[in-house]
């Protein structure tokens, strides 16, 4: 990973921290736990060793889930985004052309999005939508709501924030 911006490296200490723990998990602590409850009795009769199976089946799906997301967050070069579309960081402005009001957004990753009020996580539908996407552009996104369509009236990338 080339530059990146100081949350995300806390975000990738975390991560790490979660998937050591979890092999952690994985490696001692579930077969210690399958090793008892094999003790209490037969497989087919034993809930103990079910509830083991359900826990050891969940740590591996979860490792996988935070190994794919730790890969693209150190892959995350900001260097490389686009200066003049919507990617990582960039602050939008949306207009509701549904007659809502109009919404403020940035973009950023999915462990980011609970840190800002504004926050949308580049892999949501709307994320997706305006990834690539230069002010002055119309946007469908399907919400549960139904299909809204946004103007973007005003885009400043990462980049022009940090000149100020």
Do not use: C, W
Request: hydrophobic share 35%; net charge negative; no cysteine.
């Amino acid at each position: 990973m080339t530059e990146a911006r100081p949350g995300i490296a806390d975000k990738i200490e975390a991560l790490k921290g979660e998937i050591a723990a979890l092999e952690r998990e994985a490696r001692e602590e579930i077969p210690a736990q399958m090793e008892s409850a094999r003790d209490v009795g037969p497989v087919r009769e034993n809930a103990d060793m079910y509830l083991v199976a359900g826990r050891a089946h969940y740590v591996q799906g979860r490792l996988a889930s935070l190994r794919q997301r730790l890969q693209a967050l150190q892959k995350l070069d900001l260097s490389s985004l686009p200066r003049d579309r919507a990617a990582y960081g960039s602050r939008l402005v949306l207009e509701d052309l549904d007659g809502g009001p109009d919404k403020g957004v940035l973009l950023v990753t999915p462990e980011e999005t609970g840190e800002n009020p504004e926050g949308v996580s580049l892999l949501s539908p709307l994320g997706r939508a305006l990834s690539g996407r230069r002010a002055g552009d119309e946007i469908e996104v399907a919400t549960p709501a139904g299909h809204r369509l946004y103007r973007i009236r005003s885009l400043r990338t990462l980049f022009e924030q940090e000149q100020g």
